[in-house]
Structure formats: structure tokens, C-alpha cells
């Protein structure tokens, strides 16, 4: 936080994972629960990260999100706009709410919070 910068002319885009299975019914089945724990990661961390609800960003990210640096400030995914050799400092989204999340305690124990919930049984 604090050293998130974009250029005036920036686009940013947000989307869900994408990812492609192939082979037998039980490896695409395994692809699709992995692919699906990376969206749900990806919610969390943009929620925490931006202050806003699981809810919404998961319908942020339902189709590619495109957006200008003033945008993305207002968003929270950036905390500024460099603009030639100065940086404009503006107030995101993360100064006016309290993130969901103690990142402190994410970063002590990071498998708790990122590995997926599969069965070993089930990673081939």
C-alpha cells in the first residue's frame, strides 16, 4: 500500500482466472476445483486490498474490467498517478475503509490463507 502507481495513460484491467482443462473427466475435474480456489483467491486479495466486498468484486471481475489511473484510485488497486516527474497523491478507496483482512497474519501463514481445500487424494 502507498507504492501502487500508474501513468496518466494507463489502462488497467481486472478479470477472473482463465485457464483451460483437457484430459481425462477426473484430471478436468481437478483443473476446474483449481481454477476455481485462483478466482477465489484472487476475490479475496482485491477485497482486502481495495476494501470492498467479496460480493463486489466478484462481479467486478465477471468480464474484463477496464479502467483509466483515476478510476483504479478510486477503486483501490492503485494509490497514485505519475505524472512526468511528479506523482499526483491521491486518497483511495483503502484510506476511507478498513480492509477485511489482517495481511499480517496472511504473511506469517500464507498456505492457511492460499492453498485450495482439495483432498491430496485428488492431486494427480
Not at 481425462?24 to 484472487?42: C, F, G, T, Y
Not at 484510485?73 to 497514485?80: A, E, L, P
Request: charged fraction near 30%; avoid cysteine; charge should be negative.
Amino acid at each position: 500500500k502507498g507504492k501502487r502507481f500508474a501513468m496518466p495513460n494507463t489502462r488497467i484491467m481486472m478479470h477472473q482466472p482463465v485457464g483451460g482443462a483437457s484430459g481425462q473427466a477426473l484430471d478436468v475435474e481437478v483443473q476446474a476445483k483449481e481454477i476455481l480456489a485462483s478466482k477465489r483467491n484472487v476475490i479475496r486479495l482485491i477485497s482486502g486490498f481495495t476494501g470492498r466486498t467479496l460480493e463486489q468484486v466478484e462481479k467486478d471481475i465477471d468480464r474484463d474490467r477496464y479502467m483509466g489511473p483515476l478510476e483504479a484510485v478510486d477503486y483501490g488497486i492503485i494509490d497514485g498517478v505519475i505524472d512526468e516527474d511528479s506523482i499526483i497523491p491521491l486518497e483511495p478507496v483503502p484510506e476511507r475503509v478498513k480492509p477485511k483482512y489482517n495481511y499480517e497474519e496472511m504473511y506469517k501463514d500464507p498456505q492457511k490463507f492460499l492453498t485450495p481445500h482439495v483432498p491430496d487424494d485428488e492431486i494427480y
